[in-house]
């Protein structure tokens, strides 16, 4: 089946770049998407790509999709402390089967 | 608020304890999904109802069981439980086209119920 990984921790400096990477297995994912995931709360969606594109912006976030090594990247420009929280990259292979990685957590030191 | 609101918010029974989670979903979504959150683990699917029909069904033990009555309530049932079932039981619904695929099926989370198991 499919297997999304992720590396469990970051650590950035408040204003530096955060790059949150994910592998996965399987590149029948139409669509590739971000999520975070804020203490006490469920996962909100901050974007998603299309699996033919290899990048899209969204103000300060960035996905950058490499079909052939089947990575997919996150890169939140200017880090800010609010954006402390854990990250899960996903993939839906089917209609309603979305797989999901094991979050990353990412801290924004001040 | 996102647009789907869990109940409880925390809950903690004993192994013998019949309860029940709840979801709301009021964004006229036409599916409707339990996941399980656990530390350090992937999320697992556990159900899917579609236009109130289960469509998946990820190899849940039977202590859990599901209730779709409407395409806006979702409901959890539990009895019996083990420790190894804490979690954090998050409900999510989306909006699936008609011709189906995923299409840009993005999944709306509610913020979960906190589960112990004594």
């Known amino acids: 089946g499919e297997d999304v990984e992720q590396s469990l921790f970051l650590s950035v400096r408040e204003g530096d770049s955060s790059v949150i990477n994910c592998t996965y297995t399987d590149s029948s994912s139409t669509y590739l998407y971000w999520y975070k995931q804020e203490p006490g709360a469920g996962l909100q969606l901050l974007t998603y790509?299309?699996?033919?594109?290899d990048m899209k912006q969204d103000q300060r976030l960035t996905v950058l999709l490499n079909k052939k090594d089947k990575h997919l990247s996150l890169r939140i420009a200017d880090t800010q402390t609010g954006d402390s929280a854990i990250y899960f990259c996903?993939?839906?292979?089917?209609?309603?089967?979305?797989?999901f990685g094991t979050g990353t957590r990412l801290k924004v030191l001040a | 608020e996102t647009g789907v609101t869990q109940t409880p918010r925390h809950l903690v029974m004993g192994m013998t304890n019949k309860k029940s989670l709840k979801c709301e979903q009021h964004?006229?979504?036409?599916?409707m999904y339990w996941y399980k959150q656990s530390a350090k683990k992937p999320l697992e699917l556990m159900f899917v109802y579609s236009l109130e029909e289960r469509v998946e069904n990820n190899s849940v033990p039977s202590r859990f069981s599901p209730e779709c009555p409407n395409s806006s309530h979702l409901f959890l049932h539990l009895h019996t439980l083990q420790p190894e079932d804490s979690a954090l039981y998050l409900c999510?619904?989306?909006?699936?086209?008609?011709?189906?695929?995923?299409?840009?099926?993005?999944?709306?989370f509610g913020a979960g119920s906190r589960l112990t198991v004594l």
């Open positions: 999510a619904s989306s909006q699936v086209g008609v011709a189906g695929g995923a299409g840009a099926n993005v999944l709306t």
């Open positions: 996903a993939g839906a292979q089917e209609t309603y089967k979305y797989i």
């Open positions: 964004l006229g979504h036409n599916a």
């Open positions: 790509i299309f699996s033919n594109m």
